[in-house]
């Protein structure tokens, strides 16, 4: 199984940026897949999501501003960044579980750096 993260890069303040996750070992539409960043000294924090179903849901600090979607023809996953702010400088990582009776499958990318700045 392999998630590949690219689509990281340095952009100013209010630009775009489009991150893509690559699926590979699973079928990532059976999957919630998510994008996550690094909090210092804190776990992992959940940016946006997607459920098998299509449903989403977004950290209240993106809202409005950040957009997943899936494609399931590819196998893939993006997260298309809006209005970008310093504060949104991370790497971010892809990520997809799922639970089958009783276990809870998960795995990452290695992740792709943002920055944003003047």
């Known amino acids: 199984v392999q998630l590949v993260d690219t689509g990281g890069g340095l952009v100013h303040p209010g630009g775009s940026l489009r991150l893509s996750c690559a699926a590979s070992?699973?079928?990532?539409?059976?999957?919630?897949m998510g994008w996550y960043r690094e909090i210092p000294g804190k776990q992992r924090e959940m940016v946006a999501e997607?459920?098998?179903?299509?449903?989403?849901n977004y950290a209240e600090s993106v809202k409005g501003r950040f957009t997943i979607s899936r494609n399931n023809a590819e196998n893939t996953v993006s997260l298309q960044m809006n209005s970008l702010k310093p504060e949104d400088t991370d790497v971010y990582y892809c990520?997809?579980?799922?639970?089958?009776?009783?276990?809870?499958?998960?795995?990452w990318g290695q992740g792709t750096q943002v920055t944003v700045s003047s």
């Open positions: 990520h997809g579980e799922r639970r089958l009776m009783g276990t809870r499958y998960n795995y």
């Open positions: 997607i459920t098998p179903p299509g449903n989403t």
């Open positions: 070992g699973i079928m990532a539409s059976i999957y919630v």
